[in-house]
């Protein structure tokens, strides 16, 4: 597999296996970092190999503010990561980084990725010159490209509009469209920021199916941004929350396929994470001021 | 059976269909009024009927006709080398920080000296024949298209620029599929100007060494005080100018249809 | 200026040019006058163009481009060539001793003569026959140019200035002088004659051209062409004026005429002192309304060629 | 101690400081060479030092800086008017149908005029005097500000219309928050091919009843031919361009400091 | 309350109430459209006068594609309604109807709105030439509108951002500057579509204790569009859900303060709303295929 290898820094530092958050939760799932956890779609082995993604001490400021500050990072080759974390914690920020469009990113270290990435932005960023299909086949030479895309858009349930302008699509059509556009060119690494954010119920679920069978065929790695912690559960083979710049919780999602909140592990990921992100999620919904009371430290 | 229903709008509204000729009419019937009402003085401007019949002479004696055929292809050529001298400049000095430092301040510096003065040199360098003539013209051009089309061209969401490097556009790639319709709008802009540019620049070139053109008849007649020819000239100058802005703004709106703006 | 060393000496050759030989020649009326007369074809070279050019700057570029090798213009264009270092010579010569300009005044002015100029604005324009006209004409009513407004204008603005009574006096040519006094003449506007002239036409080309044996030898040549052709349309003024005027100007008929004859009869001299007797005065007014160095009228000719135009013409067309 | 990674860039990257004038330095750079060289008849084109010595010499005599600052004086009174003007127009026509209508034809009409054309009824109505000059100027810097600033105009992007019609914006609140700052990027384009429109048009009314200002002095290098002061005119010429572009480009910087672009 | 009444047609007809879906759903909560329920949040009565949005037979056609289709709305005065329906159902294109930004809506009988009327568009749609605080503040006039939009943004969480470009915000933080300046002038009509969508799960519950107090201050009728059925049961008084053009399910929601999720009626609504979305949610989450086949009668 072609990888690009970054130098990122004078000061030489060898790239460092990370560890989770501060304390280890006590009772929670088993905290995994990097570890090959069993495919949660096919139940089949996964072909883990080194990492693909190895990024370390990686510093983003904004102005006077660290985003992401010495943040470590590594995805193993057909691992599947979900990123959840508050907004504006850095999640783009970071895909960004990881994607190389981040000119101004800093970190010591090293960055290695491999060469065909997708990135799927968080707006959706469909060019609105370029019809529908022409959008989604942007960039993709091989023969057959057309087909590829035709089938993308068929997929994403949008058979029938490869002629629209990007304008005359909804919110969530256009969100499918552009991760039709991520999914068509088969990436070794999949960067996706909140591609199901826009989308109902059902078709969330269509689409999960979706990225779970190219997922299936390909093997790609990939790193999910998310709000949605079942959806996290659900598809990751391991979850990151980010918070203050680093990744303050790496939890190894350790559950057969297929994967159903009612099963009462899901559900103790599902608290664990929620927790993570300052959420108690029983007793019910917290009022302003309970929210404000909870603080981060899951332990609490 | 259904109407529209609507917020007070803030936009234009519906465009009137032929809407922009009015304006045009307008001083058209202006000036007839002025000349019928006695209000114009026929020797400061003579009247529609008289310029009209001036027209009808020239084309009579099928001057008009010639002269407007040799110029169109002067300013056709001149058009076409310097769209393509303009864009080819705009597009190196927008993507590259080299191009940018050798062209863009060049350009800057080419745009504000005076055909005029250039033309002494253009005349040492090419002589008095056909090519000085295209090639002044295609200098005008090309400074309007290239200002608007390298303004445009930088002007770019760069987001689009991040999505280009993302899905791994080739330079070529990403000139056709960003680039350049990323700056159509700008480029239409700068062509619109060029096409007048183009048809002004006539004005100056006729004036060496021609012996047609609409430009050399305008010149003649300045020089014979043919203020009616004159007339005749301008209304030329005028229609074509409108026309080829229809023109190219027909183009421009078909081309560009993807645009949601506060026009349509 | 240039001096007088780098004249071309040397006798004139006296053969024809040799085969190959091609002049451009800037020279529109010659044209048309040999194309009409037929004796187009007769020119013992090749014209390898005919560019159009008249206004002296523009002619001055042709020069110094390459782009000419022969010119015809008024007085003034070989003073200003030398004083940009520009070496031309003037090959031949022709007098215009009627007046062409006639100073027309506003509507409603109260000038009468060249008298009434003091204190008044006069349209000028300085690097043109019109610009000299006036100077000569101030000098011979005696008025120095502080005692006018000289409102520099370019000639072709001189009738809407007129119009529109920003200058009180300027001086116009035909056509424009009878279009413009047949307009406003109720309105009292008048032309005031003056025996002022613009005196010379002549026919220069740049001193490199002269020291090429085969050019001189082609101008040499030319020269008769030149003359006889004026002396063609002289004298078929109707045939001239519909290949000229009307068909190639795109003037009326009654335009032409009045033009025509307002330029009077060629008159080619047999000797050149009164020419640069006139060149030096010229020159001398020019310096000294502070608008051009001063020249020695004698360097600007090349007086090999001296009489060639006189001995082509009939002694009528003589002097 | 840290260092940027990134993908290919498809953008320009960063840009050079003080970039631009190295076009402009090369040209000089070249034209010195050539000159120095032997490789250039100086009688075509003269040497820098012949021009700079040139140039010397109409400071000393004072003529140099005399024509400039009254020309500037001119040229900014025309540009304050022109820019007043197009940009009224093209609020104008770009906010409502009637304007449109009414305005946008006659500008592409005005616009396809040569001033010289123009010139004879202009001096009808105004004399020969400043305010003639003025009015000239101003009216080839109202095209280039109009043609550009109503194309910025039309151009802004609906979703912003249908904002401002959402959050109840008065019509004047609607021109000072959406569409003057929308259409700013096009009126800073409009804005510099405005700036170099008044400075050439310098050269045609400074031909009118005029004894000073740089298009006066290059018209009188003309008339006699003088190659060493236009070329003198030419450098003070691009020198202003490079100038006045570099200014407005700084102004437009800072105020345009909101965007994202391919360029920055 | 001042309102525009628009004239839709020249053919005349009456307003009408709007009725449910076709079939009326047997065993599940009482549809009930247009009748006061119990105001959710705060316990108290709700000053439900009459209806202060009333559209009949809204057409809208894209092309050849009917996407309202002869619809029929009516919302109270301080009734706060939520909006469900698949991803390109129309949801958005009828709340640029009902804002009056559509110009090329059409319909018979009569639209009528109340004139202050706030809407939160999907994309964000912040101004990117005015700092985050003048976007916040756009087209307010009384005095203190600085000192409003302050707080406003401060509620939202982006206090000190006030001079923030857009384009320096996240997603989400770009999403909460639309609702501030959408709450921040106290419409008597709330439209918002997905406000939430790009926020994690602490700060959307923050939001939604936001809109919850506001609402409970100035009582607006809302119309929420939500992807989140959780989220539209919590807060609403009445759900909507929109299928091929029309109001399929009209389900008030008669469920007392504080609600919560572990309600057994919640979630009865919350399945029954599932369903009119075509998503059987137990067993489990379905496959492609189960989701497929789930058709969109809620009484299969
Ligand atoms: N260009 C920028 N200039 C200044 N600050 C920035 C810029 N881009 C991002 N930020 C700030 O960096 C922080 C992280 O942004 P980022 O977009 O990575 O957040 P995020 O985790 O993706 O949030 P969300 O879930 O809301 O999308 C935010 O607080 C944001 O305001
Ligand atoms: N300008 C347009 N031209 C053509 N079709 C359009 C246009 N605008 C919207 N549509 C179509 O109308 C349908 C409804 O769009 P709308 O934006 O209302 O959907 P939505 O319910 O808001 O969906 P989402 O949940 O994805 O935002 C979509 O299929 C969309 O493609
Ligand atoms: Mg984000
Ligand atoms: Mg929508």
Not at chain 2, 187 to 212: D, K, M, P, Y
Not at chain 3, 152 to 157: A, D, K, M, W
Request: proline share 6%.
């Amino acid at each position: 597999m072609a990888t690009d290898t970054r130098e990122l820094s004078v000061e030489p530092g060898e790239p460092t296996t990370i560890t989770g958050g501060p304390t280890p939760i006590a009772g929670g799932p088993s905290q995994d970092a990097g570890r090959p956890s069993p495919d949660a779609a096919s139940g089949g082995a996964r072909p883990h190999g080194g990492p693909v993604v190895r990024a370390s001490r990686l510093v983003r400021r904004f102005g006077g503010r660290t985003v992401l500050d010495r943040l470590e990072l590594s995805i193993a080759a057909g691992e599947f990561v979900a990123l959840l974390g508050r907004s504006g914690s850095g999640k783009s920020t970071l895909l960004r980084a990881v994607a190389g469009l981040d000119h101004e990113v800093a970190g010591s270290g090293e960055l290695r990725v491999p060469e065909r990435v997708s990135l799927a932005f968080q707006d959706s960023r469909l060019l609105p010159w370029l019809r529908l299909l022409d959008n989604v086949v942007l960039g993709l030479k091989r023969p057959g490209a057309a087909a590829r895309g035709r089938k993308a858009l068929d997929e994403v349930g949008l058979a029938g509009r490869e002629r629209a302008w990007p304008h005359e699509l909804s919110g969530g059509e256009q969100q499918r469209a552009a991760l039709a556009r991520s999914l068509v060119r088969e990436p070794e690494l999949l960067l996706a920021d909140e591609p199901f954010g826009a989308l109902d119920a059902l078709t969330r679920i269509r689409m999960h199916d979706l990225l779970r069978e190219l997922y299936a065929r390909h093997r790609p790695a990939v790193l999910l941004v998310t709000h949605d912690v079942d959806e996290a559960v659900e598809l990751a083979d391991r979850v990151l929350v980010l918070e203050d710049g680093r990744v303050a919780r790496d939890v190894a999602v350790d559950l057969p396929a297929p994967r159903t909140p009612r099963d009462p592990r899901f559900q103790e990921y599902r608290e664990l994470l929620l927790a993570a992100l300052g959420v108690s999620p029983r007793p019910a919904l917290p009022s302003v001021r309970t929210a404000e009371e909870t603080t981060d430290d899951p332990a609490q | 059976m259904s109407q529209a229903i609507a917020r007070r709008r803030l936009g234009p509204g519906r465009s009137y269909p032929y809407g922009r000729i009015a304006g045009p009419l307008l001083l058209l019937a202006v000036w007839s009024a002025a000349a019928y009402g006695g209000l114009l003085d026929p020797r400061v401007l003579s009247s529609p009927g008289k310029v009209l019949s001036t027209a009808a002479d020239l084309i009579a004696q099928g001057r008009l006709q010639t002269n407007l055929l040799i110029s169109l292809r002067r300013a056709l050529l001149g058009l076409l080398f310097g769209v393509g001298a303009g864009t080819g400049l705009a597009v190196a000095a927008g993507l590259s920080r080299l191009g940018e430092s050798l062209i863009d301040g060049t350009m800057q510096v080419k745009r504000a000296i005076p055909a005029l003065a250039l033309l002494p040199l253009l005349i040492l360098w090419l002589g008095i024949g056909e090519e000085m003539k295209v090639v002044v013209i295609a200098l005008g051009v090309a400074v309007s298209v290239y200002v608007n089309t390298y303004a445009a061209l930088t002007g770019i969401d760069s987001r689009y620029v991040e999505l280009a490097e993302v899905v791994g556009l080739s330079r070529a790639a990403f000139l056709r599929k960003v680039v350049v319709p990323g700056a159509l709008p700008g480029f239409f802009i700068g062509l619109r100007l060029g096409v007048t540019a183009s048809w002004l620049a006539l004005i100056v070139v006729e004036q060496i060494n021609a012996t047609s053109g609409i430009g050399y008849m305008m010149f003649q007649a300045q020089q014979y005080a043919q203020s009616d020819v004159i007339v005749v000239g301008l209304l030329v100058y005028g229609i074509f100018g409108f026309a080829s802005d229809a023109l190219v703004r027909a183009v421009e709106r078909r081309v560009l249809s993807w645009r949601r703006t506060l026009a349509n | 200026g240039v001096g007088a060393a780098a004249a071309p000496t040397g006798a004139l050759p006296t053969t024809a040019p040799p085969p190959g030989t091609r002049l451009s020649i800037a020279i529109h009326t010659t044209q048309i006058q040999l194309e009409a007369s037929g004796r187009i074809h007769d020119l013992p070279f090749t014209v390898s163009q005919w560019p159009n050019l008249t206004a002296g700057p523009d002619v001055i570029q042709g020069f110094r481009a390459k782009s000419v090798d022969l010119a015809n213009n008024a007085g003034i264009p070989p003073i200003q060539a030398n004083a940009i270092g520009l070496d031309t010579r003037i090959v031949a010569v022709r007098l215009s001793e009627t007046p062409l300009y006639v100073f027309a005044t506003a509507p409603g002015s109260a000038v009468r003569d060249a008298a009434d100029f003091r204190g008044k604005r006069i349209a000028f324009s300085q690097g043109q026959a019109q610009g000299v006209v006036v100077l000569r004409a101030l000098k011979e009513a005696g008025i120095s140019t502080e005692d006018v407004h000289l409102v520099p204008l370019p000639s072709t603005q001189f009738l809407t200035a007129l119009q529109a009574r920003q200058v009180d006096v300027a001086p116009l040519a035909e056509p424009t002088l009878t279009k413009y006094l047949t307009q406003y003449r109720k309105d009292g506007a008048r032309g005031i004659h003056t025996d002022v002239v613009d005196l010379l036409s002549i026919l220069w080309a740049p001193t490199e051209v002269l020291r090429d044996e085969a050019r001189t030898a082609a101008i040499r040549s030319f020269i008769p062409f030149w003359a006889q052709g004026q002396v063609w349309a002289y004298e078929n003024p109707a045939r001239w004026i519909e290949a000229y005027y009307v068909k190639d100007q795109g003037v009326t008929r009654a335009d032409g005429q009045r033009i025509v004859a307002s330029l009077g009869k060629p008159c080619f001299p047999t000797r050149w002192d009164t020419a640069i007797a006139w060149e030096q005065q010229t020159s001398e007014l020019l310096t000294a309304g502070g608008f051009d160095p001063a020249v020695k009228a004698a360097d600007l000719f090349d007086r090999r060629f001296e009489g060639i135009a006189a001995a082509s013409v009939p002694s009528a067309y003589r002097k």
